[in-house]
């Protein structure tokens, strides 16, 4: 089955550093990706739509660079959280479609990022 | 404002038990999709709905589309400690593979 992975798993930084995470799919390609932010004991918030090749496509309310996407690849798309601060504390997940044809999204097991 | 409203938020009943979760929305969706999800983990996927008024069963689980493409319910008969989890609806617009989640149902099963 399609496998989405994500690295790290959990990550703790200091304020005002930045953090990459990385979004790989396994084992079939995918032109397009997303990322989810999810508070504690909320649902998941769409961030952004990652396409291969191109710039990624932000939800309303979030700030493109505050959180760097880039889609190098067809099995790898990374999230940059640039300048961390406590706030940006959270559940990030990421998903991939299936491509053409296939309306599934794959979710990865998300990353838990603590900024101190 | 949340787009996809779900019902109840959090739903604490005995092993046994039957439930129903709701996930209502004024805006139509091409397809609807639901979900569990364990903590620290991402969300697994239970199933799609795409036509207004199917009906699907995942063994103890049914599912059903509203005629509208605008709601959808989950129907847990004799639910399991198993069960335990958040469930999540996520409504897909216009075709363009981007979710929509809803609000969330917290549901425990006590054994």
């Known amino acids: 089955g399609a496998v989405v992975s994500q690295h790290p798993s959990r990550v703790i930084c200091k304020s005002g550093t930045s953090v990459k995470i990385e979004c790989r799919s396994l084992d079939f390609q995918a032109t397009t990706m997303f990322w989810y932010r999810q508070f504690p004991k909320k649902s998941l918030m769409l961030m952004a739509t990652s396409n291969e090749g191109s710039k990624a496509t932000y939800e309303q309310g979030v700030e493109k660079d505050k959180f760097l996407i880039n889609h190098a690849s067809l099995t790898l798309s990374t999230l940059t959280v640039t300048s961390a601060h406590p706030e940006d504390s959270s559940f990030y997940i990421c998903?991939?479609?299936?491509?053409?044809?296939?309306?599934?999204?794959?979710f990865g097991p998300g990353t838990r990022l603590t900024v101190l | 404002t949340q787009l996809l409203e779900q019902s109840p938020q959090f739903l604490s009943i005995q092993e046994g038990e039957n439930l129903t979760v709701y996930c209502n929305s004024s805006?139509?969706?091409?397809?609807l999709q639901w979900y569990r999800q364990e903590p620290g983990e991402g969300p697994v996927l239970l199933v799609t709905v795409v036509t207004g008024g199917e009906v699907k069963k995942l063994k103890r689980l049914t599912f059903q589309f509203g005629d509208a493409r605008k709601d959808s319910s989950l129907h847990i008969t004799a639910a399991q400690p198993g069960d335990t989890g958040l469930y999540l609806c996520a409504g897909e617009m216009d075709s363009s593979y981007k979710l929509i989640f809803g609000s969330g149902t917290r549901l425990l099963v006590r054994p």
């Open positions: 998903s991939a479609d299936g491509g053409p044809g296939d309306n599934e999204q794959f």
């Open positions: 805006s139509v969706f091409s397809s």
